[in-house]
């Protein structure tokens, strides 16, 4: 069964950049259909997502956030990762990452991190 | 872009009754899309329902998911003091991905 890990400082100043990891076991993040994403959620709101990175390579991001989001994976360690720049208080949130599961032209989420808090604050 | 609106806001019930959860989007969405889940609370969510109204793994038949168009509806029979928490529709149509603002379910 597929397991991910979100790893990160949970302390970032603003207009510095927010950097996480997600590991992934139990499953290859190069294995064929799937997509690796990352959502988001302030304290007590709704989930938002992110961005997400293709088996493919390819990107894509949240349009709103497309000028500071950078998603990367690295298949030699079977990790994602997530660079947010010029990070302001409306930035904290618990990130999660979590894998996409194809679905007849869609994707859903089955495995889901536990969630990782990223506090903005000087 | 396509927003989903989900209702109640918050939905206060007793154990043993039933729930009707609405998420209502902007525009047409085609039922492959249409996702729910259910978080508790300093979790991640959970996924409930794909395809509009496919149980995922798991998932008791108390869960059942049904709708079309722009009109999709998340039905919990049988509540349970586990089934409190909120629930989260979900589209997901390739170049974008959007999540509804959650229904909360209280179990009094």
């Known amino acids: 069964q597929v397991q991910l890990q979100e790893s990160g400082p949970g302390l970032v100043k603003p207009s510095q950049t927010l950097s996480l990891t997600c590991t992934v076991s139990g499953d290859s993040i190069s294995r064929d259909s799937f997509y690796w994403s990352w959502m988001r959620q302030p304290a007590g709101k709704g989930l938002e997502w992110i961005g997400r990175?293709?088996?493919?390579?390819?990107?894509k991001i949240h349009p709103s956030l497309n000028s500071r989001v950078t998603i990367s994976w690295d298949t030699s360690k079977n990790q994602f990762s997530l660079k947010l720049t010029s990070v302001t208080a409306a930035d904290t949130a618990v990130y999660f990452c979590a894998r996409g599961t194809p679905y007849t032209g869609s994707y859903y989420f089955e495995s889901w991190g536990q969630g990782t808090l990223v506090t903005v604050s000087s | 872009e396509i927003v989903l609106t989900q209702s109640p806001g918050t939905l206060s019930l007793s154990p043993g009754e039933g729930a009707t959860l609405s998420c209502r989007a902007s525009?047409?969405?085609?039922?492959?899309?249409l996702m729910w889940y259910h978080q508790k609370p300093g979790q991640a969510p959970r996924l409930l329902i794909y395809?509009?109204?496919n149980r995922a793994a798991g998932i008791p038949d108390r869960f059942s998911g049904s709708g079309s168009g722009t009109d999709f509806t998340l039905t919990i029979s049988r509540l349970e003091p586990g089934d409190c928490g909120v629930y989260h529709c979900q589209q997901d149509v390739g170049s974008s991905l959007i999540f509804g603002g959650g229904t909360k379910v209280e179990i009094k």
């Open positions: 525009q047409t969405v085609d039922t492959s899309f």
């Open positions: 990175v293709y088996t493919s390579g390819s990107v």
């Open positions: 395809g509009a109204s």
